[in-house]
C-alpha cells in the first residue's frame, strides 16, 4: 500500500483522479488547505478539461458564488469563441441569451409541481428495489442508490426503457471515470451512439409526454432545435441525472448507517426531510468542480484571471467553507441558513434539482420506514469510489431486522 501525499502536497496541485482520495475525509481537509493558504489555487490536472497550461481552482464560498453568477466573465463554452460544437450544444456548456432560452423551454417540464406528482410512483420504485432484499435481514443499499435515480429518469421522465439504465450508467461511468483519456473519449462516444439511436426510432411515432419529445420540439427564436443538439441535451440529462443523484444517496445511507442518532432522529422526525436532504447535499453530495472559461480581464480576490484561462468553480469545497457554515464539517440534519452551492448558483442553477431532491427523500424515507435500524453488516466493509467529480459509495452491505415485502 502507498503512503498518501501529505495535505499540503495535494493543496499545492489538486489531483481529483487522485488515488488517495479514496478516503473520504482526506479530501476534505486538502480544500480547507486551498481555501486557507491559496483560495484561488492552480491545478496541473483539472478533471473534465485536457487545457495545457492547467487551471485555476476557486475554493472559497464567495469566489465560486460570484464565477457562478458571472457569466459575462466567465464563459461555460470551453471555446467561447465557438458558436456550435461538432456534437451539438449543450445546455451546459451554452452562455445567456441562448441557454435562458433553451432553459425556459426545459424548466417547466422539471417545476416543482410536476415533480411532485411522481411521487407515488418514485416511493412504488424505491419500495420494489427494497424488496429485493428485505425479507433476508441484508443488503446492499448503495443498490437502492445507484438503481432508483435511473429507473425513475429513464422511465418517467426521459421516456426510455429501464432496460437501458444500466448501458448507459456504465458508458457514464467509463466517460468520467475510465483508466486512459482513450477509454474515457470511446465511452463517450458510445453514449452519445446510443441516445442518436434512441431519440432517432422517435421520428414519426406518435408525440410522447416526455423530455426527448420536450427537446424534439422545442423552439428557440421559431426555429427547431438542429438533431444534434436534441440528442447531445438528451445525453446530457442521462449524464447529469445519474451518478449526482446516486452518489449523493449512497453517501446519506451511509451516514445513517454509521451515524444512529441521526437515522432514528430522522425516522422518528421525518418531518425534518427535506432540510436533512438540503444537508446531506451540502455536506457530501455535490459536484466537486466544474469548468469556465475567462472572457475577458477580471479580477476576484486579488487575483487577475486573463482571457481563455480555465476556472474550476469547487462547489463541494465552497459547501465547507466555515465563513459561511458554522460548523461546516458537521452533516447538521436541521441546519437551518443553508444556501448551499450544490446544485450551483446563476444561469446554470441545476435544471433537474427538483427532480434529485424527490428521489433523494422518497429513498431516504422509504428506506427509514421499512429498515429503520438498519447498520453496516459486521465484516462486510462498505467501498468508496472517491476520485471521480461526484464521490460515492458502490457497495454499502448492511444488516437490520426482516420485513415484509411491499406487495407492489
Ligand atoms: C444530487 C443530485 C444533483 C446534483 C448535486 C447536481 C448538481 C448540479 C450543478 C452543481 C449544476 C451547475 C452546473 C454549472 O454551474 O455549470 C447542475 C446543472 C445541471 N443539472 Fe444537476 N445535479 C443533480 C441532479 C440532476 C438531475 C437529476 C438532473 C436531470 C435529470 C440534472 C440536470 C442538470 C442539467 C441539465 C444541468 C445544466 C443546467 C444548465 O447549464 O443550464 N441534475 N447540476
Known sequence: MTVPESVETHARNWDLRHEDFNDPDLLYDVYAEMRQSCPIAHTDRPFLADTPDGAWVATRYADCYRIAQDWQHFSNNPIPDTVEHVAGDLVVMMDPPRQQKLRKVLNPYFSPARMKALRPQIAAETDLLIDEFIESGSGDLAQVAWRQPGIVLFRYVLGMPTDDVSVCFDLTDTALNGATEQA???????????????????????????MIDVLLNARIDGEKLPFTDVVSNAMLLVQAGLETTASAMSFAFHHLATHPADRDRLTAEPELLPRAVEELIRYAGSIHGLHRTVIEDVELSGHTFRPGETVVVNFASANRDENVFPDADR????????????????????????????????????????????TLAPGRPATFHGNSITRGYRAIPVVFTPGPTSGA
Request: glycine fraction near 8%.
Open 184 to 210: 474515457r473519449m470511446t465511452a463517450w462516444g458510445e453514449l452519445y451512439a446510443h441516445l442518436h439511436d434512441t431519440v432517432a426510432a422517435r421520428a414519426g411515432r406518435a408525440p410522447r409526454d416526455d
Open 331 to 374: 452533516c447538521i440534519l436541521d441546519r437551518r441558513e443553508n444556501r448551499h452551492l450544490g446544485f450551483g448558483a446563476g444561469v446554470h442553477r441545476c435544471l433537474g434539482s427538483n427532480l434529485a431532491r424527490l428521489e433523494f427523500q422518497v429513498a431516504v424515507e422509504r428506506v427509514l420506514t421499512r429498515i429503520p435500524d438498519y
